[in-house]
T-cell receptor, first 113, second 112 residues
Framework: NAGVTQTPKFQVLKTGQSMTLQCAQD?????MSWYRQDPGMGLRLIHY???????DQGEVPNGYNVSRSTTEDFPLRLLSAAPSQTSVYFC????????????FGEGSRLTVL | GENVEQHPSTLSVQEGDSAVIKCTYS??????FPWYKQELGKGPQLIID?????GEKKDQRIAVTLNKTAKHFSLHITETQPEDSAVYFC???????????FGAGTRLTVKP
């Protein structure tokens, strides 16, 4: 099983550039989310979705946009990258919002110069 | 909002010894407390979780304890093995939802 697939694994951007991190899951999960992981700060929730067409903000949403047009895909967009967005990004999914276990992708390491 | 603190940030033990990682949370309404293990270059993976109606849960060499009064919970790993070396995250959420707050992580090293 593929589970949660993230692309790209590595990306270097210049300040002001835009890009999209892709996330796809093949488990028919309703809940999907994006986290960023920074040293000494754990995982912080950026945006989440409880189903196709529904998205909401997490703890650190500024500078990021998301959409959920299908159950499988949940892309994360950086419209104008800033050095503060240098981080490792994880997509995660779950059967439903309140069922506990999150299944994580392998991460996307983003560097903004 | 919820705030989760995790200690220690690094932990080194000898193979066969026990390891304990502790977390505290701030919101008394939190009722779901998972622990995730992250191996190098991988995403976190759930290893054990506990809900607020239970004080302790065990799964082979791993156990989690919860003290609701003190608002803290702990991960216990017995008979540690080199493959237990990883970063461990605790988390807490209200109403079991997945918008959970994570601790900063503990890097566990098990020396052979």
């Amino acid at each position: 099983n593929a589970g949660v697939t993230q692309t790209p694994k590595f990306q270097v951007l210049k300040t002001g550039q835009s890009m999209t991190l892709q996330c796809a899951q093949d488990m028919n999960h309703e809940y999907m989310s994006w986290y960023r992981q920074d040293p000494g700060m754990g995982l912080r929730l950026i945006h989440y979705s409880v189903g196709a067409g529904i998205t909401d903000q997490g703890e650190v949403p500024n500078g990021y946009n998301v959409s959920r047009s299908t159950t499988e895909d949940f892309p994360l967009r950086l419209l104008s990258a800033a050095p503060s967005q240098t981080s490792v990004y994880f997509c995660a999914s779950s059967v439903q919002r309140n069922t506990g276990e999150l299944f994580f992708g392998e991460g996307s390491r983003l560097t903004v110069l | 909002g919820e705030n989760v603190e995790q200690h220690p940030s690094t932990l080194s033990v000898q193979e066969g010894d026990s390891a304990v990682i502790k977390c505290t949370y701030s919101d008394s309404a939190s009722n779901y407390f998972p622990w995730y293990k992250q191996e190098l270059g991988k995403g976190p993976q759930l290893i054990i979780d506990i809900r607020s109606n239970v004080g302790e849960k065990k799964d082979q060499r791993i156990a989690v304890t919860l003290n609701k009064t003190a608002k803290h919970f702990s991960l216990h790993i017995t008979e540690t093995q080199p493959e237990d070396s990883a970063v461990y995250f605790c988390a807490a959420s209200i109403n079991n939802n997945n918008d959970m707050r994570f601790g900063a992580g503990t890097r566990l090293t098990v020396k052979p």
